[in-house]
């Protein structure tokens, strides 16, 4: 009877622990507006929604540039790992300031953690972007979950022998720590097979855990009488919309090129001329050189060499009214609702990234019933089905021109029924439910993973953690010299 009833105790313990909220901490470099922002935000909201205890460690956020969902309570957001490090050194160190103020926010987590009565200590512990925290974050006794957009290393270019030996011992600490995770998710099975082509030493085969979007967010009225909305207002427009970061690498060129060679096509009537214009959207931060130096880039090109009618608006500025004449409209960190009233006004989105990792725009303007044009390469191949939900092209000006025109020529019903299939597809297989679901399973299985040696994490069989450290101290050491030697 003993036996029995201790039996029993134990099985409803053991039941009521797993149904028990986790106490779960993301920790993200910079909570601004992005792609890989929105993801966190979203998994950060479902998670709280089921009923767990949520908190976002970033080591910045500006009210004024990020998701509303981080400044209106929604969330809680602690700001640490900014008071000693800058995010640069006199323009420089850019990567050497990230890694340092990484860890300094993973120096203040695990001391308030540590602090914490036990019912209030962490669970598990979200990373992205930046692994290099993890080693540290392990001390804290949570599991450790991170999530792969792309691997870092393959995100800069090596043009010089000091540049290759730089990025070694970087490449080795993302490498090293990126390894100490508990669970590895990526965001597509593109990034998936570039992760296992990258990452040799690491066994565990990271899963596919596809970015989401917010339904109810997008299902909103427009306002139509909301300043920000009305200077965007142009009935008579046929419009082209690409929304990017303010980075060269999202190749935004290419859309600005299309555009311009549509323009010159001989057949093209002067109505239609009249009527079209590209607008280019995206996240802008003046605390970012490239953003800044991009733009006036894109400027130039538009001007320059095309010869068209630009104009740029900043963030939030509503105080002036934008021509006819104007062919392509900059539009520097728009809001929710701009993006919204875009989307839903646009002839089509041109996504121009080559190999992007997954790309959560397309996602968002086909459940908005917007046709999209992207490069045929990357997560975007995963999202978009070729001449049904839009089209997947190859990276060059004269085949997304031409794709521009077929658009053009389309019907209203031929260019519903593209968008009506878009719409489904995401409804079906990117919906925040089935994220959040996914992601919660995950969590919960990794609640009751045992071991937390090493040898668990799938790769440097036995080597011990003061060997880990003291590659790390010597990379570190490398990163300092060739910094000076610029």
Known sequence: MTTSNSTSAAAAASSSNESAPLRVAF????????????LVVDAAVGLQDLGHHVVMYTSHHDPTHCFEETRD????????????????LLGRFYILCAILRNLHLALSMWFTNNSAADKDKLDVII??????????LRLTGAKIFFYCHFPDKLLTKRESLLKKVYRFPVDLIEELTTGMADTIVVNSKFTANIFKESFKMIHQVPEVLYPSIQFDKFDRTVDSSLPEVRILTAPNKTTFLSINRYERKKDINLAIHAFARLLKESNITSAAYQSLRLIVAGGYDTRVPENVDHHRELVHLAEQTHGLVTLTLASGQTNRTVPENVQVLFLQSISDVQKLYLLQSARALLYTPTNEHFGIVPVEAMYMKCPVVAVNSGGPTESIQHA???????????????????????????????????????VSLFSLNAFVSQLNGLLMQLRFQGSSSLESYGMFGSVERRTIVSVVVVALCIIFYYHFQQ
């Open 27 to 38: 920790i993200h470099p910079d909570l601004g507006i992005g792609g890989a922002e929105r």
């Open 73 to 88: 309570g929604t969330l809680t957001v602690r700001v640490g790992g900014n008071s000693i490090v800058p995010r640069t």
């Open 127 to 136: 990373v992205d972007q930046l692994s290099v925290s993890i080693p540290l």
């Open 388 to 426: 049904v939900t839009g089209y997947l092209c190859p990276a060059k000006e004269e085949v997304w021109a031409d794709t521009l025109k077929e658009l053009l020529v389309k019907s209203d019903q031929e260019l519903k029924v593209m968008g009506q299939a878009g719409h489904d597809r995401v």
